[in-house]
């Protein structure tokens, strides 16, 4: 956040409160030098006198000059004071002048700024479309406008994409499945090296689609708007995922602390993608977890925070290479690599910025990860 005497305006300010201050002392001294100058006592030759009225005139004229000098002091004085305290005065009218004349010309500036932050990837329809003279403002908002319509077409485009990327790329994999289903289902002896292959491709064709539809996912909630969106517990989200991979945590051995997943946590937004998020957290907990491992689970519930938080053991990590793994295809050495498509974690990460949040991933000093999600929390309410 910028610091309040480093703005615009504050600058603005300064500048214009010199201005005003400098031309306030610029009058106030010509001001002085003629009232000063009007003020000076003339002495002129006194004419000749009768020697018998000299010592009475001359005393006459001490008590007048001294007089003259006295009411010539104190009317300086008096100049001075008042030129000082006027100059105060102006000093506060200038800063106060200042100001407004700053406050005045970012105005325009101020109006765009605050519309241009209410536009999101939800409503790029929307611009800024400001009116007045055809100056260096109105060329700005007319150039953020442009810039709004570019970034619109292409989330479009992008939407577009999402949209028909699934039946187009998915029709080619499904008539492949159907024709090694039709190979198979012949009712002559199919060779043994037939089956097998059938097998690594249907292994191959499955892999291909889990790739394909983390692509799809990934792609809906970087550049995709979020409909449907309901209020949901993290912790029931959590509980969905575990109870999906009980099987696969049985077959390992793991064993998994959930005593800290409770119903407090809410958030709102989309419950598939949400669903999926969970999914993924869990899937790679168990998928990286050494047989015999454990895993602990928790949810959160802190201020205006909700969040999910899994932890699992295991080898100590290079924490700049867990900072990678939000990323697509990153992993952490031949021993993670598994039967994922690599999007896993870094399709958390996407879900948890698509609704408000985000996904920071720790390397535990004793060995293991730590993923914890953080999400703005929500009301409670009939989750959907």
């Known amino acids: ?50 020697a018998t009225t000299l010592s009475v005139a001359a005393t006459r004229i001490a008590r007048l000059e001294a007089e003259l000098t006295a009411a010539y002091a104190d009317q300086e004085r008096r100049l001075l004071i008042g030129s000082a305290v006027g100059l105060g005065v102006m000093a506060l009218v200038s800063v106060g002048l200042g100001r407004l004349t700053a406050g005045r010309v970012l105005r325009p500036l101020r109006t765009i700024t605050a519309a241009t932050r209410r536009i999101s990837a939800d409503n ?20 953020i406008d442009e810039l709004l319509e570019r970034l619109e077409s292409s989330f479009a485009a992008q939407r577009r994409f999402v949209a028909n990327a699934s039946h187009e790329l998915r029709t080619p994999l499904a008539t492949m499945r159907a ?21 690594r491709l249907r292994t191959e064709l499955d892999q291909v689609d889990r790739l394909l539809e983390g692509f ?34 049985a077959a390992k051995g793991l064993t998994v602390r959930s005593g800290d997943v409770h119903d407090g946590a809410w958030t709102e937004g989309n419950g598939t993608l949400l669903a999926r998020m969970a999914d993924n957290l869990i899937d790679n907990a168990v998928t990286h977890n050494a047989p015999g491992g454990w895993i602990r689970l928790a949810t959160i519930a802190d201020g205006a925070t ?79």
């Open 1 to 50: 956040m910028r610091k309040p005497w480093r703005t615009v305006r504050t600058r603005f300010t300064v500048l214009y409160g010199a201005m005003f201050l400098l031309s306030a002392v610029g009058l106030l001294v010509i001001t002085n030098l003629v009232g000063l100058g009007g003020t000076r006592v003339s002495q002129s030759v006194p004419a000749p006198v009768q």
């Open 124 to 143: 790029l329809h929307e611009r800024l479309a400001a009116a007045g003279p055809a100056d260096e403002v109105k060329d700005l908002a007319d150039t």
């Open 179 to 199: 024709s090694i289903d039709v190979a198979l289902a012949k009712p002559d002896p199919v060779p043994p090296q037939t089956t097998a292959l059938a097998g």
């Open 216 to 249: 799809l996912l990934l792609a809906r909630a970087q550049h995709g708007a979020l409909s449907d969106r309901a209020t949901l517990s993290l912790g029931r989200l959590l509980t969905a995922a575990l109870d999906a991979r009980a099987g696969d945590i």
């Open 306 to 384: 909700a969040g999910l938080v899994v932890e699992t053991g295991g080898p100590v990590l290079d924490q700049e290479q867990v900072d990678r793994l939000a990323r697509p295809f990153q992993r952490l050495g031949a021993d993670r690599v598994g039967t994922g498509s690599g999007l896993g974690l870094s399709i958390v990460a996407a879900v948890a910025a698509a609704h408000g949040g985000s996904l920071d991933l720790r390397a535990r000093p004793e060995g293991g990860l730590l993923a914890t999600v953080s999400l703005p929390l929500a009301a409670a309410g009939v989750p959907a």
